[in-house]
């Protein structure tokens, strides 16, 4: 049985708490406070903390965290990543540049992507402005040109999209796994 700490990254209203309330099996633990900073991202809470949630993939165990989307609380980030093996960044399309936020979390997550596996979720995609998933895969590209990472248009309330990206995800730090055992 393996366990697995993943992260879920990203600015304030990606779909984070929403995220890992589509994936969890338990109830969410969530460290929600109201939003003082509305004209940023126009929802009434954020979370200031942490959001937890676990998922069982038979015979794995996977303990979700979401980071606050908030520079304010970075603080918690470097808490939350020692124990991490895993990154999800989530990323909202309809934000203004939604590529900026991914070059942001993923720079700020160098040293965990470095040894774990990463992926990058878009939510809010218009599948007619491919432009947007064309900038944040050249994104990802120039902060991580050592790896590939795995972009995905998804509905953070949709626990298959979820849990698709979820199983990427674990299927990278498995192979990176094998990988830095087979001393390659």
């Not at 600015?11 to 929600?32: D, F, H, Q, W, Y």
């Not at 949709?158 to 796994?177: G, K, P, V, Y």
């Amino acid at each position: 049985m393996a366990e697995y700490v993943i992260l879920f990254a990203g600015p304030m209203g990606a779909g984070k708490t929403t995220a890992i309330r589509s994936l969890s099996e338990i109830e969410v633990v969530s460290t929600e406070a109201v939003n003082s900073d509305r004209s940023a991202v126009d929802k009434p809470t954020t979370t200031v903390a942490l959001d937890y949630g676990e998922i069982d993939l038979d015979p794995d165990k996977v303990r979700l965290y979401g980071v606050p989307g908030q520079a304010r609380f970075d603080f918690m980030w470097e808490i939350l990543r020692e124990r991490a093996m895993g990154l999800i960044v989530l990323v909202n399309a309809d934000a203004p540049e939604p590529e900026r936020h991914v070059h942001e979390q993923l720079a700020a997550f160098a040293e965990l992507a470095s040894r774990g596996g990463v992926v990058v979720g878009v939510t809010r995609y218009d599948v007619q402005r491919t432009d947007i998933g064309d900038r944040i895969v050249a994104t990802a590209r120039a902060v991580l040109p050592d790896r590939v990472t795995p972009v995905f248009a998804v509905d953070a309330r949709d626990q298959e999209q979820m849990r698709t990206l979820l199983l990427s995800l674990i299927a990278d730090i498995e192979t990176r796994q094998a990988l830095a055992e087979a001393g390659a």
